[in-house]
């Protein structure tokens, strides 16, 4: 993803090399950032917090292979931070009109590209009762395509709970679907 | 496979398909670095200010000139120290017990002492000499009175170079005889 290189050459202070990083990092945090959070405005911030982190936590990197697990780990420590807060500040709810949408994207067999605002939407619709850890294991496993490994490495669970997370997830996701489609 | 699994399933593939849009990505980049600059700013700014204070240390004649000052305050306290030490142990020298009746006394009368003190040092060094305060204070006034009465003698017999002789002849005499006690 990122090479040995560059990485070496950011250590020095190199900041036009850094900007490749930034290049390459962004889609990837984004994404995770994204689904986590079902915000885009928040996506973004949790991107530039991000990097701004890995700038200053570059010698930390220890290989250039770990780089990928390294960012994410601290993409989704940062997700786990703004979750508490939007606890706090607001509980959504959702109604039949929500609904209605996803059954006509199934209806559609599922291959539908989803535009940013309504993949938030859904993603929120589904994860919204998730506790943060249940949350971070499904986008991780489910939607960003992570073997249990990578998870344990990245959310610092043991591989058990990585397991017993997503049976909840799952469990409290199909719950929904049945309940509503 | 149930229906609440085939939508489950359909539901995660499509929000896997469509990953969200990251729109202007080089806005990232450049909020990311603009920060980072920033960041770089303030702690060089703090730096500056230390430098400020505390720079005119790395001026190569100031630092000589500090160091030459540092050396010549060490050496004047070693050699005030050695010569307090010196002055320390040549009046531990010549120390006289006196037995329990020793008591503050004025400076006169200490000038006193420390004539008689080097007097009976001169004469016997090695032995230890007890005498009670007030047959010192007579003998003190006693030397005092001689002092005065014969205090042109030595002047008269420098001058006279026939006394001088006949006095220098009488000591050798007296060297000479030493009478069996």
């Known amino acids: 993803m990122v090479e040995k290189e560059l990485i070496e050459e950011c250590r020095n202070g190199d900041l036009h090399n850094f900007r490749k990083v930034v290049e390459k ?18 996506a973004y911030d949790i991107v530039q917090d991000t990097m701004v982190t890995v700038w200053q936590k570059l010698d930390e990197i220890k290989t250039a292979a770990s780089y990928k ?12 931070d703004q979750l508490r807060k939007q606890k706090r500040q607001k509980e959504e709810r ?15 067999g599922g291959n539908t590209e989803l535009e940013n605002m309504e993949n938030a939407m859904i993603i929120n619709m589904l994860t919204n009762r998730l506790s943060p850890r249940q949350k971070a294991v499904f986008v991780l496993s489910e939607l960003e395509g992570l073997d249990s490994d990578e998870i344990v490495k990245i959310t610092g669970m043991t591989r058990s709970l990585v397991k017993a997370n997503l049976y909840y997830a799952r469990k409290n996701i199909g719950q929904l679907l049945k309940k509503y489609l | 496979m149930t229906k609440e699994n085939d939508n489950y399933d359909r539901l995660v593939r ?35 200010f230390i430098d400020a204070l ?29 010569f307090i030490i010196r002055q320390v142990n040549n009046i531990s020298k010549q120390v006289v017990i006196i037995g329990s009746e020793s008591s503050s006394v004025s400076s006169s009368a200490l000038d006193k002492r420390l004539a008689l003190y080097r007097l009976t040092v001169r004469l016997s060094p090695d032995r230890e000499i007890r005498i009670s305060e007030s047959r010192l204070e007579e003998l003190l006034d ?34 000479e005889y030493k009478p069996d006690i």
């Open chain 2, 14 to 48: 499509m929000l896997r398909n469509s990953r969200p849009d990251l729109f202007r990505p080089e806005n990232i980049e450049n909020e990311v670095i603009k920060r980072i600059q920033s960041r770089n700013q303030s702690s060089g700014m703090f730096s500056g």
């Open chain 2, 54 to 82: 505390f720079g005119w240390v790395y001026i190569g004649w100031v630092r000589r000139s500090l160091i030459g000052v540092s050396v010549l305050l060490v050496a004047i306290f070693v050699y005030q120290q050695a």
């Open chain 1, 25 to 42: 990092s962004t889609p990837l945090i984004f994404t995770v950032a994204f689904r986590m959070l079902g915000d885009e405005d928040a």
């Open chain 1, 94 to 108: 959702f109604g039949e009109r929500e609904w209605e949408i996803i059954s006509n994207h199934l209806s559609e």
């Open chain 1, 69 to 80: 697990t390294w960012v994410y780990r601290i993409a989704v420590n940062k997700c786990y």
């Open chain 2, 142 to 175: 006693s030397y005092d009175d001689l002092q005065v009465k014969y205090k042109d003698l030595l002047r008269i017999i420098e001058e006279d170079p026939e006394l001088k002789s006949y006095i220098e002849n009488r000591l050798k005499e007296d060297k």
